[in-house]
């Protein structure tokens, strides 16, 4: 199940499509290059680590951007109407995903 809960967290964080995706304030803040250099860290991002990524299921990184500092990204998984956990993160018929990208400041 991790497999597949991983392969459609990397759909939502590659393409932005399949979910909704929230910048903070913090995000929203930065200068257009700035914001544009983190959006394109967040897509390409690659770097999971037992430690960030306990069960393989692609739900967070952090990583630097010069000038910018730590960045976090998570994505959380909700039911159809975005109210509650979902049933079963793995079932996209069920699930609806959000990306949350943040500074580390704001977590």
Do not use: C
């Amino acid at each position: 199940m991790s497999a597949r809960i991983a392969e459609l967290n990397d759909l939502l964080r590659t393409t932005f499509l399949t979910g909704r995706v929230v910048f903070t304030e913090g995000i929203r803040a930065l200068p257009d290059d700035k914001r544009e250099a983190v959006i394109t860290a967040v897509r390409t991002f690659s770097a999971f680590t037992e430690g960030d990524d306990p069960y393989g299921e692609h739900d967070f990184g952090a990583f630097e951007i010069e000038e910018v500092g730590t960045v976090f990204w998570k994505i959380d998984y909700y039911d159809a109407d975005y109210q509650y956990l979902s049933p079963d993160p793995a079932e996209p018929a069920v699930t609806r995903r959000v990306l949350t990208i943040m500074l580390a400041e704001e977590y």
